[in-house]
């Protein structure tokens, strides 16, 4: 058995590509006492990520220069030296981007399969449903017949907020950059959705939002955003989820906001998942029983291969994904 | 008797000048049933007002064209036919631009003399010193050993942010524009106090600000507070009260703030002291209070003379004044 993982040999600049990332050659670990070995099923490549490759303070530790990428992934427990894991478990967690890897069983979630695929625990029953559950909610606070303008609509995180404001009763409108997405976000129960790549965002948005917006779930940031604030109503809550449009830039500027916020007394606030971790079994409750009612669905796209670990990664930034971005590198072995 | 006016006879692109303003007599008015004659005796001039001078809607009415400038004023009244105030009295409220004038008895509030000079009214305890106290206390919400910083310190707002901060038991930062402004703001109880223009803004509050920033007070926008943005802590909180840099600008850009919110998970809220209405009573109280203990002091810029109100208005763009800009058009006739 060979074993490979994922590096960082280079901090980007801009976007990243594969100059930033190698694929090389890595030891077999041995589980020690408590820990188990772990192949690799299923990884989630995310925006976020990209925050993680710069140098410097954030909200998350830097990954390090020639050490492997992380984040969440699924993998299968083929020797366990634990007693809370067995081999056969299928485990989710913050894994390196490597084949195999030996790890503390503490710091694994076992998945129960009978709740649904297992690939759920990477988006809809995993951080990005969660992200999408606390910021609309506990942000957001959407109430029925409020008007909810969500950017990134199509992607893992924005497709769950406009079924969870849909079943909160508001009226949702979309912002992607296909019409293959505009389309999936529709089904998923928007009022309207603007495709950004061919419309003007500002007018459509304008029309779309007779009275005003309420909520702005954002994802993106940039020039979409500076369309949105304009159109704040008073009391208005900006969930400030993501800023995809930022992360490749080193220096980004656009009008500033602060007029928009007094004529509306609006709140912008900034979020991630973690803040809600002693809520999680919360939210975890609520998506697993929309999911369940039918009330919530979810789109995948799935790349396969570890090799294509890094292209599936790039591609959020084009906005290739609908849905959630995974990349399948081994069918559980009971398949 | 004669009567005279302060009209808005052209909108500002820019900053206001006496292009945009203009002195023409006025009928001298006759108190309906229910109203009272008034004589000004003192005009507040507020940042706020340029806001007014421009087309199109915000939280408050655009003034008309042709038609007087109007705030926050103390008046005499010199002929009552209202049973609520007799002549001789001293009242507030938000008056024309004119020497005499009739108004309802009802939208006046009669100022009570002994709780202390009858300036009092146009600022400490009056709208700026509300604006204080709630957007600091209720948006900012400051802890005992936090770090605040505020903006415009020595202006009428910030000074008193200044002063609740220190009663709150937080360490406050000043960011003032004169020396006179930074001895001033010193004097209420700042920990430190930044020359913005002398010194370097981003690496001095970083000196001053070695906990980073839990709390941050803005009345000004712009470069001030670019520097600001990249110290917020883990949920700061910023209190977006004014942006008097972006005023007199008809396109305003500078860097994109999304990032930093997101990395801190902080909150920016804009807010406008009519929100509070419910809650000027529980203001009130407190202000009044401190005032009396000596917990609270201010500072006036008085300017004299009713031709003179535009030039005060102007200088407010300027960084012109300490404390409350007023100006004192008559004294009350039993002096």
Redesign the interface.
Known sequence: MKNREIILTKRPDGEPTREHLQIREAAMPQPAEGEVLTRLLYVSVDPYMR?RMNEGK??IEPFKLNQPMEGGAIAEVISSNAEALKKGDIVTGSLPWREYVSLPAADLRKIDPSLGPITTSLHILGMTGLTAYFGLMDIGEPQEGETVVVSGAAGAVGSAVVQIATIAGARVVGIAGTDEKVQFVKQLGADTVINYRTEDVGQTLAKACPNGIDVYF?NV??PI?DEVYPLLN??ARVV????IS??NKK??????????????????????VG?YRERFTEGFRHLSKWLGEGKLTYEETITEGFDNIPEAFFGLFKGENVGKQLVKVNDPSGK
């Open positions: 925050g954030s909200y954002d940031g940039g955003s008073k009391f400030q989820c993501g800023a930022s992360y220096e980004d500027t656009g009008p500033r906001i602060q007029q928009y916020l007094i004529k509306s007394s609006a709140l912008i606030k900034g979020f991630t803040d």
